[in-house]
């Protein structure tokens, strides 16, 4: 379908904004400057919205500022009814909210369809959530006091999300952000902000109030500034690479603002000899090319044990390469386009320096045929600690087989890192399973599973993969903080 047509139809639904949200009004840059947003597997422009910087973000905060109080004055059940009402309207809209992020993302559009019932799987959930803030009362330890723990809002959240789920990377921050009473000021990705923008009207149709709720996007170091020196935002949350999250990080110090990082990976998928070799390939085939291994949870080194190694790569390579690969609004297509050229230029001097280093190209090891930044499912055997391949993420199409001998040598490889969000176990001992699940230094681990995240389950890393979680009820923790109370002279008549 042509990109035209499909922005034409997304249009007369309502869903194409194509301007910043600040206190509920649709605002274009103050100085007029706008950014283009291409469609990956084709070049086209889908769209011009605003180049948006300081000034509007500083506007977008005094919003979302004036709008904390009745907000988080809301009973818990108005605040769970309005996010229920938007968790419908999500619903009602997914496919025209999966063809856009195809359009201005590419994954294809099952997929997109899928991450947009995923994203709305955590207003769902945090709208369940918000009626169950429960504070705390300590016995105490003078007989005249009453000791009492309150749950409050943080106030006014900054959240800045990356390209590859436009529309779930929101929602997991969005949700129990809201849910707790708090506002927010989003900076989705300039390579995919209409997805958002979308978001954000059916959220306006949803009766979230003007201000709850705004959305800027643009000049991002110059957003990510005004939100950083404001002392009006109490919480910085953050998906993205580890390099921004550190700069956030040491920014967010100048007013002491809480942080939550979701940050890189260098997932390890260790298949031991004794794993169910068909559950092995599933697994491992979901972990690697999902969103065409543009993840934070995609597996970036499959360690394979010497025993299972050739027949592993065997198989593996026969399933990667039944993956058809193409435009996402193709049927049958599971692999789209990379986000954009500089994401194939990685990819290509990844692969390059492997096979430099003596790594084998067991499958693809090129850009596509179709051109553009399509690149081929690919395999790289005999992959070495040295090489670029295994030591950062190289987020695209390309699986690395590593070898190993013992359990103890693949949980040293698995652990030789700075990342720790993602890791696969495959193996049918369950003693193992549980020894190496303990030993991995990782804050998520699928045993015998490759596709893991739910809204139910506590997701985040450890190391440099970042601080806090998302998703489950522990989510709702990042948002909230926590107030004692001593009640005194309570024994008087
Ligand atoms: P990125 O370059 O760090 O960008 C993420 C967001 O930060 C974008 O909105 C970007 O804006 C913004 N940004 C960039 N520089 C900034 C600055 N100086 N101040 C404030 N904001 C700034 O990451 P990406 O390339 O979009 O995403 C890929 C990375 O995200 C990978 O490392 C992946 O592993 C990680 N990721 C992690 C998780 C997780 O849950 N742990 C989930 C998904 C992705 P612009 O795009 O407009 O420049």
């Known amino acids: 379908m042509k990109t035209e047509g499909l922005t034409a139809r997304l249009n007369s639904a309502g869903l194409l904004r194509t301007q910043g949200l600040i206190g509920g009004k649709w605002t274009d840059a ?41 907000w988080s004055n809301l009973t818990c059940t108005e605040r769970s009814k309005h996010l229920r009402t938007w968790y419908n309207l999500l619903i009602s809209h997914k496919e025209e909210l999966g063809q856009l992020i195809t359009l201005e993302q590419g994954k294809p559009l099952k997929e997109a369809i899928g991450e947009v019932n995923y994203g709305a799987s955590f207003i769902e959930f945090f709208a369940e959530e918000a009626k169950r803030v429960y504070g705390d009362i300590i016995p105490a330890t003078l007989g005249d006091r009453r000791l009492l723990v309150l749950k409050q809002p943080v106030g006014v959240v900054g959240a800045i999300t ?43 149709q949803a009766g979230i109030p003007p201000g709850v709720l705004n959305v ?150 090129k850009r596509h045929s179709l051109g553009m930044t399509f690149y081929e499912p690919t395999v790289i055997g005999d992959v070495k600690s040295e090489m670029i391949l295994s ?3 190289v987020f695209g199409p390309v699986a ?14 698995a652990n030789n890192t700075n990342a720790g969000l993602a890791a696969y176990i495959f193996t049918n001992n369950i003693q193992r399973s549980w020894r190496v699940t303990e030993a991995l230094e990782y804050g998520l681990v699928g045993v ?8 139910v389950a506590p997701f985040g890393g450890v190391k440099q993969s970042g601080i806090g979680r998302e998703g489950s009820k522990y989510g709702m923790d990042e948002y909230l903080e926590l107030k004692y109370v001593c009640l005194g002279d309570m024994n008087r008549k």
């Open 448 to 455: 015998n599973e490759g596709l893991i995240s739910t809204e």
């Open 391 to 393: 030591r950062e993420e």
């Open 162 to 204: 990356p390209w590859n789920f436009p529309l779930a990377m929101i929602t997991r921050k969005v949700g129990p952000a809201l849910a707790c009473g708090c506002t927010v000021v989003i900076k989705p990705s300039e390579l995919t902000p209409l997805t958002a923008l979308a978001a954000a009207e059916l959220a306006l």
């Open 216 to 365: 800027v996007m643009g000049n991002a170091p110059d957003i990510g500034n005004a939100l950083l020196a404001s002392s009006q935002v109490r919480k910085i949350t953050f998906t993205g690479s580890t390099a921004v999250g550190k700069k956030l990080m040491e920014g967010a110090a100048g007013t002491v603002k809480r942080v939550s990082l979701e940050l890189g990976g260098n997932a390890p998928c260790i298949i031991f000899d004794d794993a169910d070799l068909d559950v092995a390939v599933k697994g491992s085939l979901a972990a690697k090319f999902r969103n065409s291994g543009q993840t934070c949870v995609c597996a970036n080194r499959l360690i394979v044990q010497e025993g299972i190694y050739d027949k592993f790569a065997e198989a593996f390579s026969k399933a990667v390469q039944n993956l058809q690969v193409g435009d996402g609004f193709s049927e049958g297509v599971v692999q789209g386009p990379l986000i954009n050229e500089s994401a194939v230029q990685k990819v290509e001097s990844f692969v390059q320096d492997a096979i430099s280093k003596g790594a084998k190209v067991l499958l693809g090891g």
């Open 400 to 413: 690395p087989l590593m070898r190993f001998k013992t359990e103890e040598e693949a949980i040293s490889i």
């Open 30 to 70: 103050y100085d007029g400057k706008t950014i283009q947003v291409l469609n990956p597997a084709t070049g086209e422009v889908v769209a011009d919205v605003p180049c948006m910087g300081g000034k509007e973000t500083n506007d977008a905060i005094s919003s979302a500022h004036d709008a904390f109080y009745s």
